[in-house]
């Protein structure tokens, strides 16, 4: 619809350039300037946004490291959309540190008669250090020693090398790390633990208990906040249903056991004593009589 808007206003222009001899011209006033210029990025892929939508204008986003020439994504260039995926643009250098500034421009067919347009600038943002780690997901295996076994899948990035997508572990290689949380199922309170590899064996929890665990990828290159990725969907061991024998044992069972028949053979003593003295009493008041 706004590519439809855009084309019409172009021929209209036109038309006027023909009926009048001169092009048609913009203030720069006129030019709405870009606000909010922010970065979206998740596992590396990576969308410039900025607002507000054209009206009289088109945009250009250009970009460039921090000392290096400019450059332009041809997807961008007198758009009237309010984004820009730049994943591409920075998948040869994700360490470098990018600027993005994006740029107010009169429609097709007319002209501003300022030598500067308005643009807006964004912050500075760095693939490797600045992009949201989604979450991982992870399976909850018991081995034979009935320990509870953790095995991590590292997330898939936007980013393809060789045809293949790469993984965050191809990325990050020894410096992604990941953080576990974990409690017994019911408890608030959690534990947590940073592990290097993918397969995780916890050997001291208790055993025939349930534990929740959830992960997270945990960068500790990075600062604040950005070190640790979202966090999974919690998973729960399952809990061991213990026989009355493996729970009580069999000494406390064989002494329930013989309290109980105690208490049995008690009650059929006192009930045949109290049959024989009943016996008794009804014969002495036959006599009597």
Request: hydrophobic fraction near 40%; include cysteine; glycine fraction near 4%.
């Amino acid at each position: 619809m706004e590519s439809k808007v855009t084309m019409f206003r172009a021929l209209f222009l036109a038309c006027l350039t023909f009926v009048k001899g001169s092009p048609a011209s913009v203030t720069v006033d006129a030019l709405s300037k870009a606000t909010d210029v922010s970065w979206l990025s998740y596992d590396f892929k990576t969308i410039l946004t900025w607002g507000p939508k054209p009206v009289n204008n088109t945009y250009t986003v250009e970009f460039f490291r921090v000392g290096e020439k400019r450059q332009r994504n041809p997807h961008c260039i007198r758009s009237t959309e309010t984004e820009c995926d730049l994943t591409n643009e920075f998948k040869e250098d994700l360490k470098g540190v990018y600027i993005a500034e994006v740029l107010s421009e009169p429609l097709p067919g007319m002209t501003t008669d300022h030598v500067e347009l308005p643009f807006t600038r964004s912050k500075p943002f760095c693939p490797y250090n600045d992009t949201l780690i989604g979450r991982p997901d992870f399976k909850l295996m018991m081995n034979e020693d009935k320990n509870i076994m953790l095995i991590i899948q590292d997330p898939v990035t936007a980013l393809v090398k060789d045809g293949k997508p790469q993984n965050i572990r191809e990325i990050f290689e020894k410096n992604l790390k990941y953080k576990i949380s974990f409690n017994k199922a019911g408890s608030t309170g959690k534990k947590e633990k940073i592990v290097n590899e993918n397969k995780v064996k916890f050997s001291t929890l208790d055993e025939n208990q349930s534990y929740c665990f959830s992960v997270a990828a945990y960068i500790p290159s990075r600062k604040g906040d950005k070190r640790v990725g979202k966090w999974s969907l919690p998973k729960c061991s399952p809990q061991e249903h213990k026989t009355l024998f493996q729970e009580y044992g069999l000494m406390v069972i064989g002494g329930a056991a013989l309290i109980i028949l105690v208490l049995v053979i008690s009650l059929i003593v006192l009930i045949v004593l109290f049959c024989k003295h009943s016996k008794r009493s009804a014969a002495k008041e036959i006599t009597v009589v």
